[in-house]
């Protein structure tokens, strides 16, 4: 494999790996960014803080108020909302101050995201290391990643219309989900990046069950999204029973018509497809690790497949905590942070079992 001398053809050699190493850093970089994304975003919903913030700045939005008359301009913005008068009527400024200062820092937080993205991205389709089909697919990414500001305020208007104290649980699933797109997207490149083994007959085997796996996930989390929007966690606060029985009687679950209605609106519906979700990603977890260490024992791919199948019993772990103690911040926190890793574990392993480099004559091009 030879180069031709010049800065595109140099970088995407293989003899220059550390121009692919940076790449790879900044993507998990930036994914690990998104996590702590979530993280806080997950605070600011448990710490009811959301709303606390009246507008979209996009530019200007970036500073925090500055004099005494600045917070109780923004003050009174917040006063004006629904959730003050129904939620937090007689709020102190100091207690706004604290809420406003949670939804602030996730905005930012995204700003920033979007820094340490587009720059880098920026230097490395200049350099010639990223270009073609992976430019492309990054740019996708990127795009995404500014929409996801706009689906922000989407879900943060929907809490400001007359009558609601709290955001749209629907319009906050799709904010969740648009945020695991973005994770998904930057680990599956990264990973995609790395240097891997040829794909034997094993393994290409062993993708389907990968992939049933990685989209049960992204389905779970988001009936988790449809728990938080309902706090359908403070409810049914037992296990394995719930409302004294396995599955709860049709009229608790089903009291809304048309009956597909109560799959986003009703507090029993939607926890117990989030239960069930979970028993659903258990059973295929052990279904895709016991045929891992059938087809390919003691391979790299098995070994993955166990170490998902663990993680996923701990996260039911977790989840089923999280009920028990109704959900204090800690454990909301935990269980949602353990379902991102284990949606970048899973977007791992499934790529891992996709089909090597594709090395040309002169190049060597990652199959995105």
Not at 228 to 251: E, I, K, S, Y
Not at 279 to 301: I, T
Request: net charge positive.
């Amino acid at each position: 494999m030879t180069a031709t001398g010049s800065t595109a053809d140099r970088t995407l050699d293989p003899a220059a790996p550390g121009e692919w190493r940076a790449v790879r850093l900044w993507l998990y970089a930036v994914a690990l960014l998104v996590l702590i994304m979530v993280l806080v975003g997950g605070a600011t919903r448990l710490t009811g803080s959301g709303l606390s913030i009246t507008e979209w700045k996009p530019v200007t939005g970036a500073l925090l108020p500055l004099t005494e008359s600045a917070w109780l301009a923004e003050f009174e913005r917040y006063r004006q909302i629904p959730q003050y008068e129904l939620v937090n009527k007689g709020m102190t400024l100091a207690e706004f101050k604290t809420i406003y200062l949670w939804e602030w820092g996730h905005r930012l937080l995204g700003r920033l995201i979007g820094l340490a993205y587009v720059v880098p991205l920026m230097f490395f389709v200049w350099r010639g290391t990223v270009r073609g089909r992976l430019m492309i697919t990054l740019g996708a990414i990127g795009i995404l990643g500014g929409l996801q500001g706009a689906i922000g305020w989407i879900m943060v208007a929907s809490g400001l219309e007359p009558g609601m104290t709290a955001v749209a649980p629907v319009k906050l699933m799709l904010h969740l989900i648009a945020a695991c797109a973005i994770f998904l997207g930057l680990v599956w490149v990264a990973t995609g990046l790395g240097a891997r083994s040829p794909v034997d007959r094993a393994s290409a085997q062993l993708r389907g069950s990968a992939s049933l796996l990685l989209g049960l996930v992204f389905l779970q989390i988001a009936l988790g999204a449809l728990v938080a929007g309902l706090d359908a966690g403070l409810a049914f606060n037992t296990w394995p029973l719930m409302d004294g029985r396995l599955v709860p009687a049709t009229h608790t679950l089903l009291p809304l018509s048309p009956w597909w209605v109560n799959a986003f609106e009703t507090v029993a519906t939607v926890q117990f497809n989030h239960r069930a979700g979970a028993y659903a990603l258990l059973a295929v977890s052990f279904w895709h690790a016991w045929r891992a260490h059938r087809l390919a024992s003691g391979s790299a791919a098995a070994h993955g497949a166990v170490a998902i199948a663990a993680l996923v019993m701990l996260q039911a772990g977790i989840g089923v905590l999280a009920l028990l103690l109704q959900v204090p911040l800690w454990a909301g926190l935990l269980h949602q942070g353990t379902a991102i890793i284990l949606l970048g574990a899973c977007s791992m392993h499934r790529r891992r079992l996709a089909q090597p480099l594709r090395v040309s004559a002169r190049t060597v091009v990652p199959a995105i």
